[in-house]
């Protein structure tokens, strides 16, 4: 596996990272957790390092997921995790809203710390900017976990560029993480060009646009109710049939490159900038072995022009959130 810095200020990991959310939530029943615990180890025979996780996945079961997996394996990986949303007290699956005050963030690494079975997070993300508590607070909390040595790297997650810019004035953030792929180019306007400045890395999460841009999800196909994907407009039966030339672009250049649609997406990606790392997710041993297979995928200067200039085309319908989860992205 191919490595990659996350920006000046963040370590060193795999080219890909693998996203976890899936293996225990928000993509319809979870999956069996020993075949979970062994794709896991897997992963990182295969050369993963960098894995995705958070307080707020299940909540709190992904990352004992996480935590029972990697526990062997602890110095041969980078873990990164996630504050920022108040939960149920209860235990119940259900946020209740977004809560970073300095107290709740240093719970949060608290409890993170016990359910990962490690002894300083490496990769510490606020989830989602909050917008009742400055953010210049958070990066000074953070900065207190790290002075403790309980966490070694900030992170943000859907920021906006000048959010960026007040905490890493604070405390350096390290890796701002944001969902990026050829159908969510968002990033592009203001947050790449600040993290370029900045020296800042940058982890796309649904790299694969929540598994469309794979090819493997078709007009008729259907989602549960516990699937997130079941209430995005994005994936709405007119969306998908509307979105469909995406798929037929990355499937056009695979065929070209011997390359699936994924592995397609995911190079295109891994081309944009030295210091990017995708997380996909998945919870089967070949998807993962596919999306691997991407670093190994060399995209030309004619290529990534060819695709820029076909995707300019192509209208992506359906917002990528409702909007009272949109409201959260982008402070």
């Known amino acids: 596996m191919k490595k990659r810095s996350l920006g000046t200020h963040g370590p060193e990991v795999s080219a890909i990272g693998l996203g976890c959310m899936g293996m225990t939530s928000s993509l319809g029943p979870p999956p069996d957790r020993a075949e979970m615990i062994t794709l896991l180890r897997e992963a990182v025979e295969l050369g993963v390092t960098l894995f995705d996780t958070a307080e707020v996945y299940g909540p709190f079961v992904n990352e004992e997921l996480v935590g029972e997996a990697l526990a062997p394996l602890q110095d041969r990986v980078v873990i990164a995790t996630k504050f920022g949303f108040a939960l149920d007290p209860a235990g119940g699956a259900a946020w209740l809203g977004v809560d970073s005050r300095p107290e709740h963030i240093k719970d949060v690494a608290e409890g993170s710390l016990k359910r990962l079975n490690i002894d300083v997070i490496d990769l510490f ?28 790297h900030f992170g943000l997650s859907e920021a906006a560029a000048g959010t960026i810019r007040r905490a890493h004035a604070v405390q350096t953030v390290a890796a701002v993480q944001s969902e990026y792929s050829l159908w969510t180019r968002g990033p592009e306007a203001e947050v790449l060009p600040t993290l370029e400045e900045l020296r800042v ?45 995406l798929v037929e672009l990355l499937r056009t250049m695979g065929e070209r490159k011997d390359a699936s649609p994924a592995q397609i997406a995911l190079a295109w990606l891994l081309a944009q900038t030295p210091w990017i790392v995708p997380i996909p997710g998945t919870t089967k041993r070949h998807r993962l072995e596919e999306n691997i297979g991407a670093v190994e995928v060399e995209l030309t200067p004619e290529d990534l022009a060819e695709i820029d200039r076909a995707a300019s085309e192509i209208r992506v319908e359906g917002a990528r959130y409702p909007e009272n989860l949109e409201r959260l992205t982008g402070r």
């Open 125 to 152: 993300y606020q989830h989602r900017v909050d917008p009742d508590v400055p953010i210049e607070e958070v990066a000074g909390a953070v900065r207190e976990l790290i002075q403790e040595g309980k966490v070694k």
């Open 201 to 245: 890395g940058f982890v796309p999460f649904s790299p694969l646009g929540r598994g469309f841009l794979t090819g493997k999800i078709s007009d008729d196909a259907t989602f549960d109710s516990d699937d997130i994907r079941s209430s995005l407009p994005r994936f709405t039966p007119e969306a998908r049939k509307a979105n469909q030339a």
